[in-house]
């Protein structure tokens, strides 16, 4: 069962320009929602999360919104820069951190 | 290292033999999960540990898949008789439920290839 959805496998922007990475899930009793970046030969590393008593959390360029009643959270990057060119994924998990589900990833490339 | 190390790194193997890929957590993590990520696939969920919880089976695909965690900490993931669709690249997570974030600390994953 894909409790968590990335509908889109691949997205590519310009240097500079707003990266707009979308996440929907299913579960309502998720209650933490996290985006994970990995790179090749690596294993993925926390960028940020949010909870679900909030629809925003903001570090530097990195910008999570999270719609409850839609189901819905996505992850802005602004300025998106080269070295943020990875697979993004989203996940999600209960307010104990049990059983963590993520999407199937986004790879994002930013042109120089 | 502070961080989840999972061995081997690299593991090539004929249809039908067994293997072994470990992991190391964090020490101090109560939770361990094990991911696995296809070839051009999403992190497929496989299995979680939460200290001396029974474990959370449900994303195993077969019965030729099996986990344990010893003594709350070093957990084996074990594929019997393995098959060509078994390769993948197997990744292991940690994390502390104190005060918890929510994140995950990752290994580097083993790389299974079956022949």
């Known amino acids: 069962d894909q409790q968590v959805k990335q509908n889109s496998p691949s997205l590519s922007v310009q240097e500079g320009r707003i990266s707009i990475l979308n996440c929907d899930y299913t579960?309502?009793?998720?209650?933490?929602f996290l985006w994970y970046k990995k790179y090749p030969a690596e294993g993925p590393t926390f960028l940020i999360s949010?909870?679900?008593?909030?629809d925003k959390n903001e570090d530097g360029r990195f910008t999570v919104f999270l719609n409850k009643s839609a189901k819905h959270l996505s992850l802005h990057i602004v300025p998106s820069q080269p070295g943020d060119s990875a697979v993004y994924f989203c996940a999600a998990s209960g307010w104990n951190n049990n059983d963590m589900r993520f999407g199937a990833g986004t790879r994002l490339t930013v042109k120089p | 290292g502070a961080g989840v190390s999972q061995s081997p790194s690299n593991k090539v193997t004929e249809k039908g033999k067994d293997v072994e890929l470990r992991c190391d957590p964090i020490s101090g993590h109560t939770a361990l999960y094990w991911y696995r990520q296809s070839l051009g696939q999403g992190l497929e969920f496989l299995i979680y540990?939460?200290?001396?919880?029974?474990?959370?089976k449900s994303g195993l695909p077969s019965d030729r898949f099996s986990a344990e965690r010893t003594g709350g900490s070093v957990s084996t993931l074990t594929i019997q008789r393995t098959q060509q669709e078994d390769s993948a690249v197997y990744l292991c997570?940690?994390?502390?439920?104190?005060?918890?974030?929510?994140?995950?600390?990752f290994g580097e994953g083993s790389r299974l290839t079956v022949l």
């Open positions: 949010i909870s679900s008593i909030k």
């Open positions: 540990f939460q200290g001396n919880s029974a474990p959370d």
């Open positions: 579960n309502s009793m998720f209650d933490y």
């Open positions: 997570a940690s994390s502390s439920t104190s005060g918890a974030t929510g994140e995950l600390f």
